[in-house]
Nanobody, 126 residues
């Protein structure tokens, strides 16, 4: 059973930056894409970004394009989300997950992901 643990969240002012990490342990899913989602209070969980196993393909939700960068270090079983130019509307609990299918091609539906971490809170003040 793969276990994902997020870290790096916190409180930051608008315009600031944070770097989230998602470390995998246990039976890691070699070859699978990894993604980030977020959920704000009273809202559904939404897709933020994803990265293929090789790192050659990345996917972003429109509102974070140009501000967030996803990357991975497979030697460390870790995926990162660099978040710059943060806005108050980025406030949410951020979760990482592993793609359900080996042939991930950009699905943003939470049902296509598994092994969710416990989440890390990101709060952006105005």
């Amino acid at each position: 059973q793969v276990q994902l643990v997020e870290s790096g969240g916190g409180l930051v002012q608008a315009g600031g930056s944070l770097r989230l990490s998602c470390a995998a342990s246990g039976r890691t899913f070699i070859g699978y894409a990894r993604g980030w989602f977020r959920q704000a209070p009273g809202k559904e969980r939404e897709f933020v970004a994803a990265i293929s196993w090789s790192g050659g393909n990345t996917y972003y939700e429109d509102s974070v394009k140009g501000r967030f960068t996803i990357s991975r270090d497979n030697a460390k079983n870790t995926v990162y989300l660099q978040m710059n130019s943060l806005k108050p509307e980025d406030t949410a609990v951020y979760y990482c997950a592993s793609a359900l299918s080996l042939y991930y091609s950009g699905s943003v539906a939470p049902t296509d992901w598994r092994s969710w971490g416990q989440g890390t809170q990101v709060t952006v003040s105005s």
